[in-house]
């Protein structure tokens, strides 16, 4: 798959094994929050001793190349953009961003996906894990454009609290909660009023996306109209 070769600029951590990794933008690069990228890293052997700990899934072809998708986690891409990533520590491609240097360089390809915000009025997103940088992504956006989102983040420990708090404070519904029940009953009390105009998104792993969906259609909605990407 063709890709761009871009600068990784800054790695910050935002939460408990989590980081948001700040890359250069290739040329002529537009994208909308929620899209994901292809990422692909050379995730070298460093110290030449074999590792130890696992073995690295490769790609075929060329030794040591990781290739993962990342969603978007900015509102707005300009010169940069981020992606939000949850650091697997038996993965092979997270824990190499987690620590990589600025100024090294990845490939890009892409952007990629359906589920990016498309200047909707109402905007609901429901996230877990990983998942909730494209939804604060999304949320800055229509923040931006005048909207009102809500965020309900499924979550024990919360990532990018700065970015929720600023959220709420700029007249953002955000409910983060680590309880199943407590998820639903959420989904439920936002989804029951009618609104024509109100599209509902997900971001996050299989098993979050299973739920949302049973949370949305226990709520009276319709999954299917969903915008959903799902990790995997
Ligand atoms: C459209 C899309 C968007 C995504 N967006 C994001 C995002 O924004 N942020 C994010 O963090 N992630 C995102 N992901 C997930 C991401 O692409 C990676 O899957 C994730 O980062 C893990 O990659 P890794 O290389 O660190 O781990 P991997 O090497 O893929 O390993 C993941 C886990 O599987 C286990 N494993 C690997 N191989 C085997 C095997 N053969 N048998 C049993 N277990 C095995 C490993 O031990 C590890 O625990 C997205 C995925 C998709 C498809």
């Known amino acids: 798959m063709e890709g761009t070769e871009v600068r990784v600029v800054e790695v910050r951590e935002v939460g408990p094994d989590t980081v948001a990794v700040t890359l250069e933008a290739p040329p002529g690069f ?56 949850g650091v697997d520590p038996e993965g092979t491609l997270s824990p190499w961003l987690a620590e990589v240097a600025p100024g090294a360089t990845v490939e890009i390809a892409g952007p990629w996906g359906r589920v990016y915000y498309a200047d909707e009025p109402r905007v609901v997103v429901l996230a877990a894990g990983p998942g909730i940088g494209a939804a604060v992504g999304v949320a800055e956006r229509a923040v931006i454009d005048g909207g009102s989102p809500t965020v309900v983040y499924r979550s024990a420990v919360p990532v990018h609290e700065d970015r929720l708090s600023a959220l709420a404070s700029a007249g953002a519904d955000v409910r983060v909660t680590a309880d199943d029940e407590a998820f639903e009953a959420a989904v439920a009390e936002i989804l029951e009023t009618e609104d024509a105009e109100r599209q509902t998104f997900v971001y996050g792993f299989a098993p979050f996306v299973e739920d949302a969906r049973e949370a949305i259609l226990a709520a009276g909605g319709d999954p299917g109209v969903a915008k959903v990407e799902n990790y995997g």
């Open 30 to 85: 537009e994208a909308r929050p929620g899209q994901f990228v292809q990422l692909r890293a050379m995730v070298d052997d460093a110290d030449g001793e074999g590792g130890g700990d696992g073995e690295d899934q490769v790609d075929a072809g060329d030794d040591d190349a990781v290739t993962r998708h990342y969603s978007i986690s900015s509102p707005i891409v300009d010169e940069t953009f981020e992606l939000t990533i």
